[in-house]
């Protein structure tokens, strides 16, 4: 059982990703009150929303030198949450400077840009944070349906409308791999938190028919959201048909935040089955660097030839996982 200092609800623990939320909220206030005869209002929501980024920042960087900080036993503030924090609001912040001039182009509503990208950061930040499995689901719900909606913005291009459906489609699909992973996990160890999975695990109980089938639904979840080989295929598409600053930031973001989470589920949960792990992720990472760079020499079009290129970085990121 879980010790009573772990079951606090220590809001220090989510707080950079709280005031992204309530910089959300202030940006769709902002936008609701903004109008013709107000312009200036809605020119004020980039810097609206760079400043709720930069006191998430401070707020990171002020949790940096205290302990360990948990919420419940569900998410954890701790250096490695904190520079994935650090990571997707420098990724966000460009994204919004990248779009003042840009979005505006391809939709009138620039509040919903702002507010859409500020749930997006929120959401991947929380996986970095997360230690539980459920948590792992709401925060990559959180940020894939925002990112759904950033890829179709420019509603007057069909592109744009075809990567937004066809990311949800298959972002959809993907998710029930990750859900019905986690419930494997759930069987077969009795927990959903990394810690006791891994206590679990490590002390040679649990079920290792359901631990092998769920733990391989989760790495096909987490292969969709970082693109990894056979599951990248929408990313090409995506990437072409997002505006181009939402393509910047699903580019930096998504795998960030991918990595962090899959990194914590394999090194804290499961790191008793790496024999059985390794391996797989090593023959995924070799086809996934060289399809993505033989792929990428082909292309004519910029951002195909960036979304290949950033598939066989996610080989290259996931080699150091396999020892």
């Known amino acids: 059982m879980p010790d009573v200092a772990s079951l606090a609800i220590n809001l220090e623990a989510v707080l950079p990703e ?17 109008s013709e005869q107000r312009p200036a209002l809605r020119r004020s929501l980039p810097w609206l929303t760079l400043a709720g980024m930069a006191v998430a920042a401070l707020s990171s960087a002020w949790l940096w030198s205290r302990p360990l900080v948990t919420f419940q036993g569900m ?13 997707i609001l420098t990724a966000a912040a460009l994204a919004i400077l990248v779009g003042v001039n840009a979005i505006p182009l391809v939709n009138k509503q620039t509040g919903e840009y702002y507010t859409l990208l500020l749930l997006a950061s929120a959401g991947m930040m929380m996986m ?11 925060a990559l719900e959180i940020f894939s349906l925002a990112l759904y909606i950033l890829s179709g913005l420019d509603r007057n291009n069909p592109r744009s409308t075809e990567a937004s459906i066809k990311y949800f489609l298959l972002g959809a699909f993907a998710s029930s791999f990750f859900v019905y992973g986690a419930a ?10 990394y810690a006791e999975i891994g206590q679990v695990l490590g002390s040679g109980q649990g079920d290792l ?22 599951f990248h295929m929408w990313t090409p598409d995506v990437y072409q048909g997002a505006p181009t600053p939402v393509t910047a930031f699903m580019s930096a973001g998504t795998k960030a935040a991918g990595f962090a989470a899959l990194i914590r589920i394999l090194l804290v949960a499961v790191p008793s089955q790496q024999e059985t792990w390794a391996w797989p992720l090593a023959i995924i990472a070799v086809i996934t660097m060289t399809l993505g760079n033989l792929s990428a020499l082909r292309q004519s079009s910029l951002k195909r030839m960036l979304a290949y290129s950033s598939i066989a970085h996610a080989g290259y990121v996931l080699v150091a996982l396999v020892p």
């Open 209 to 230: 028919y359901l631990l092998y089938f769920g733990l391989g639904l989760l790495i096909v979840g987490f292969g969709f959201k970082i693109s990894l080989v056979p």
């Open 18 to 34: 709280l005031i992204m939320v309530v910089a959300a909220l202030a940006v769709m206030a902002v936008d609701m009150f903004g």
């Open 184 to 193: 494997l996990l759930y069987g077969a160890t009795g927990s959903t938190r």
């Open 75 to 87: 998410a954890a503030s701790d250096h490695f949450s904190l520079t994935l924090n650090f990571v």
């Open 128 to 138: 970095g944070s997360a230690i539980d499995l459920i948590v792992v689901f709401l």
